[in-house]
């Protein structure tokens, strides 16, 4: 076990044994070495946990607890507490890291004092591994407003932040089955004096899960409800003036999820309660909301090769 680590790596683990040890490698072949793992498995039915307990044998930086299942962010609170670094770094089990990851984000929190999380660039991978589309788009300094209609840092395996930040803000709303990540990120830009500040590299590799149901659409939802509630009580002055817009934008994004899902007349529905939300969303962003009405009405054809591009 290392004494001081300098940073915590945090992954929760759920029914992961096809992509946990890939995963675990990833943060192994760090450049930087002073770091602990901590693995939480959170209720697995396969042999992930298993796998674990068999990774940690290997690696005394390795940590391994397991809980009932909660859901993620619950899991990955139980790694925050457990954590002893100054900084604390997100990994889901089936995402992984470039080698250099850990030393490029170490370097930007020591040369920038006030910085209190950092994020980079990301790779998105589809199903069988492959980019699927182009990296993500780089921001360098992220305020509480670009934080209320999409994530700009794309997912929790993104976050590095300082510890004492978590001490202020509080972890992850366990009520959250998705968007608990830019819940956090957005309390952080809003209640403290530190800023979230990106590095202008891909980092980090990220799977884009085309295997979502129509339930995680309402499970999404509650959790925006809860992010929006959470949001407006912080800075009213800031969400309320926009939020026909949010609403709209939420929609749209939804419409998108649907149609991953293999859902078209859900995502036309989801594209009319934006448009009705808000109609100058073809104003603001009219290839993103026309392509998206394009692509649903496209999947309704008897065309197998046009539903596999729009998915």
């Known amino acids: 076990m290392i004494s001081h680590p300098t940073i915590s790596v945090v992954m929760p683990v759920f029914n992961a044994r096809a992509t946990i040890t890939k995963a675990v490698l990833s943060v192994q072949a760090q450049t930087f070495r002073n770091w602990e793992l901590i693995l939480v498995d959170d209720g697995s039915s396969d042999d992930t946990l298993e796998i674990a307990l068999g990774l940690e044998a290997l690696d005394e930086r390795i940590r391994v607890t397991a809980q009932e299942n909660a859901g993620p962010a619950a899991a990955r609170n139980v790694g925050i507490k457990l954590s002893r670094g100054r900084l604390i770094a997100f990994l889901d089990a089936d995402d992984h890291w470039h080698r250099d990851r850990l030393g490029a984000c170490l370097a930007h929190f020591s040369r920038n004092p006030h910085v209190g999380v950092v994020y980079t660039r990301v790779a998105l991978l589809d199903g069988d591994g492959q980019a699927a589309r182009r990296p993500t788009p ?127 007349a859900t ?15 073809f104003c603001r962003m009219p290839w993103r909301v026309g392509l998206t009405l394009l692509a649903a009405l496209a999947m309704f054809l008897p065309i197998p090769r046009i539903k596999e591009y729009v998915r």
Not at 214 to 223: F, G, I, P
Not at 272 to 279: G, L, N, T, V
Request: net charge neutral; aromatic share 8%.
């Open 138 to 264: 780089h921001f360098d300094v992220l305020t509480p407003a670009q934080l209320l209609s999409e994530n700009p840092v794309c997912t929790t395996s993104n976050i590095v932040v300082r510890t004492s930040v978590i001490e202020q803000v509080g972890d992850f709303d366990p009520r959250m089955a998705h968007i608990e990540d830019q819940d956090f990120l957005f309390r952080v830009a809003s209640k403290t004096s530190f800023t979230l500040e990106g590095i202008d590299r891909v980092l980090l590799d990220y799977r884009v899960s085309d295997q979502s149901r129509s339930a995680d659409l309402a499970l999404t939802a509650k959790s925006w409800r809860l992010f929006m509630a959470r949001a407006r009580a912080i800075a009213p002055q800031l969400v309320d003036p926009i939020w026909r817009g949010l609403v709209a934008d939420f929609h749209r994004n939804q419409a998108r999820r649907a149609l991953r899902s293999g859902l078209p």
């Open 267 to 281: 995502a036309l529905a989801l594209i009319a309660r934006a448009c009705s939300a808000d109609p100058l969303i």
